[in-house]
Every structure is written in C-alpha cells, then in structure tokens.
C-alpha cells in the first residue's frame, strides 16, 4: 500500500558529505513521522534521526552537529544531509515511515529496502 524508495547512498571518503533521499508513495493520508535508521552486520539497528510532522527533531548522539533531517511533505520525502562523514558511519541506511492510509485511516509502519553507505579512511 506504501512504498518507499531510497537514493543518494555510495562510497566516500572520511570528511566528505552525501546526501540520502527516502519517498513515499500509495495510499498516503498523511505522514507522521519520517526517519532514518542505520545497521552494521551483527548489530542491532539503530535509530539516526527522526522528524515528526510538527517539524520536532530528534538525533542520535553520535551524528548530533554533522547530520541534518529535513522533510518536504508536498512530495512525501525525506532527506538526510551527513556531512564530515566517519568510517564509523559505515552501514545501511534505511527510511521509516509511520503513514496514515486513506481507506482505513490506520496508523502504518513502513521500511525503505536501504542503502549502503560506506566511508573509507
């Protein structure tokens, strides 16, 4: 009903910048919240950044001054601007949304496929 479609994700160097984008399209109402989470193999994923439709933001600690959430809601996406990127910055990125549908007007969550990010030293 809802599907998300990541871009912006590759390779760089340590100190460089990339931008992710995360759009939604279906049988979208509204959207809540739009966020960005990110998993290394073996660990657990964890959250990066989250925007709620009143604009409230939230950043993982280890991103705080270098990452930046923004969402423009007359397309439905989500943006994450990272900049002075780290090699422990490494891992898939993924977009989650929590949609509200317009048949049913319920509360969904939803997760983007991903995409890898990769910071050499």
């Known amino acids: 009903q809802v599907q998300l479609v990541e871009s912006g994700g590759g390779l760089v160097q340590a100190g460089g910048s990339l931008r992710l984008s995360c759009a939604a399209s279906g049988s979208i109402y509204s959207i809540n919240v739009m966020a960005w989470y990110r998993q290394v193999p073996g660990n657990q994923r964890e959250l990066v950044a989250r925007?709620?439709?009143?604009?409230?933001?939230n950043y993982a600690d280890s991103v705080k001054g270098r990452f930046t959430i923004s969402r423009d809601d007359a397309r439905n996406t989500v943006y994450l601007q990272m900049n002075s990127l780290r090699p422990d910055d490494t891992a898939v990125y993924y977009c989650?949304?929590?949609?509200?549908?317009?048949?049913?007007?319920?509360?969904?969550?939803?997760w983007g496929q991903g995409t890898q990010v990769t910071v050499s030293s």
């Open positions: 989650n949304t929590e949609v509200i549908l317009w048949r049913t007007l319920t509360n969904e969550n939803y």
């Open positions: 925007i709620t439709r009143g604009g409230s933001i």
